[in-house]
């Protein structure tokens, strides 16, 4: 009996997964497989916190299957040659996947597909990342948009897609399984045991994306647009690794969010837009994650500089936002939007280190590393992007963390070394009068640094650094 092999990617789930639902309706057996390519060309592999993540994801989906009666095939390796290899023996009839949008993962499909189906294989590739293929969005002039608002103003004319329902009691399984390895022989996790904070913070599962979403809609959708900028609250939802990893699909939020009081999940929806954009932009200009898709900032004059990049990566610019937030990325593997925007500010700006480099350490310690949206966020914050904030407008880490971080809890929890000091000099310590650091037990230099570059020369560095190029 001929099967049909259904490949996960970044689709870890069975629910609103359109790829199964079609591979259920030919109504043959389903052969769930994953395979990890680890060859070294690879481009963008995944960083360590993603890796961490896709253990539990992969575990997870394994169970879910299980309980329907199937199994997740588990492969490591080149893909074409391991698809050619179950399909010979399994005899299988129909290769089905969900579409990926990264550049690498595109040419690879385009080249899978053209391979399989001259043998005679059934490919079909679905939609079940995005509200709208990228290629279905294009401004009056056919182009693709470049700028977010009437990128997203077109989007919403479109009929918003629904969720598929895949309400699953049996999946049909082949007479017998091709090989799988081991999970844990993919060695995902990593060998110095650095995880804990993760572990507290996550539940990288099916059932942990629903609580999250669920908690989401219940406690915090009302006041998105108030808090959604507020670090030192729980104000966003905290969703991005299960979009990254597929374990919840954009439909299914959407649908969730049909329950909620009118009104309130405008603003939710349109991030959720960005994110739209971000993959549009991806597509349709795939150099974007090495290269700013405005060429005259390869021009750029950015002074690279180990100790400050080094500095920021471990927390220590002297700035109590940047630093809490860099702490939080590397407990928690995840970094608040409005943090995000701080810290890579500070490190294109003050510091005047290449985008690239902030987008390297985001994309190794990431939970929700996503190639889309996190060239968005660099590019936008670096000024080099599509509908950018212009370079010239440069972040003031104290104000911003005084005005989002209000009473500094944000920065206490993370930084709890800072934790005894006023909420006066909670974001400036450098500010505070030699009595204060003593009472907080604070010594500037020693439990915690001044800043490397400070604000004004750093202001003037940056605007500098701009009018040369502009004169390049
Ligand atoms: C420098 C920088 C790097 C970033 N890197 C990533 C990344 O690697 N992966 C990632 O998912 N997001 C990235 N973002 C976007 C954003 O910070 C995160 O999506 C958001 O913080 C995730 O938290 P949340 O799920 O609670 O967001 P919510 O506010 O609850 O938003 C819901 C969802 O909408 C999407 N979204 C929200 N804001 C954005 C945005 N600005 N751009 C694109 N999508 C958005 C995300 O999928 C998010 O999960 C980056 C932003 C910046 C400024």
């Not at 609580?211 to 030192?232: C, E, H, I, N, T």
Request: glycine fraction near 6%; hydrophobic fraction near 40%.
């Amino acid at each position: 009996m001929p099967a049909t092999i259904l490949w996960f990617r970044s689709d870890l789930r069975l629910d609103d997964n359109s790829a199964l639902a079609a591979a259920i309706t030919q109504g043959e057996p389903v052969i769930p497989i994953y395979i990890w390519d680890n060859r070294p060309q690879r481009p963008w592999p995944l960083g360590e916190a993603s890796r961490w993540w896709l253990h539990y994801a992969l575990e997870d989906l394994d169970a879910q299957l299980r309980k329907v009666g199937s199994r997740l095939i588990i492969r490591a390796g080149d893909p074409q040659l391991i698809l050619e290899e179950v399909l010979h023996k399994t005899k299988a009839s129909h290769l089905f996947w969900n579409r990926q949008y990264e550049p690498a993962a595109i040419a690879r499909d385009k080249k899978l597909k053209a391979h399989f189906t001259k043998s005679g294989i059934t490919v079909e590739s679905f939609n079940s990342s995005l509200l709208h293929e990228p290629w279905e969005v294009q401004n009056k002039s056919g182009k693709p948009f470049q700028v977010f608002t009437p990128f997203w103003k077109h989007c919403m004319t479109l009929p918003m897609p629904q969720k598929v329902r895949v309400s699953l009691k049996k999946l049909q399984v082949p007479k017998s399984w091709p090989k799988s390895e081991s999970l844990n022989s993919l060695e995902l996790l990593p060998k110095v045991k650095w995880d804990r904070g993760l572990a507290a913070l996550w539940e990288p599962t099916r059932q942990g994306a629903k609580k999250r979403l669920k908690d989401f809609v219940d406690k915090a959708l009302g006041r998105y647009s108030q808090d959604r900028d507020r670090p030192d609250l729980k104000g966003t939802s905290g969703l991005s690794p299960y979009l990254s990893f597929g374990q919840l699909g954009v439909r299914e939020i959407i649908d969730a969010l049909s329950k909620a009081a009118p009104g309130s999940a405008i603003k939710f929806i349109s991030e959720l837009g960005w994110r739209e954009f971000a993959h549009h932009l991806l597509y349709h200009f795939p150099s974007t994650p090495e290269k700013p898709l405005r060429d005259e900032f390869n021009r750029f004059p950015w002074k690279k500089d180990a100790q400050l990049i080094k500095a920021w990566q471990s927390g220590q610019t002297g700035y109590p936002i940047v630093d809490a937030g860099m702490a939080q990325l590397w407990k928690t593997g995840w970094m608040h939007n409005r943090v995000r925007m701080i810290v890579a500010s500070v490190l294109v700006k003050h510091f005047l280190q290449p985008w690239q480099v902030g987008a390297d350490w985001f994309w190794d310690t990431l939970v929700d590393a996503d190639l889309a949206n996190n060239t968005l966020g660099w590019q936008w914050v670096a000024g080099c992007g599509a509908d950018a904030s212009p370079y010239f407008r440069v972040f003031n880490p104290v104000l911003q963390g005084e005005k989002f971080d209000p009473e500094g809890d944000y920065v206490r929890r993370y930084l709890p070394h800072l934790a005894k000091l006023p909420k006066k000099y909670i974001h400036s310590p450098w500010k505070a009068p030699v009595s204060v650091l003593h009472e907080a037990d604070v010594i500037l230099d020693d439990t915690y640094p001044r800043p490397k570059v400070g604000l004004k020369e750093g202001r003037k560095r940056a605007l500098d650094a701009y009018e040369k190029l502009k004169s390049l």
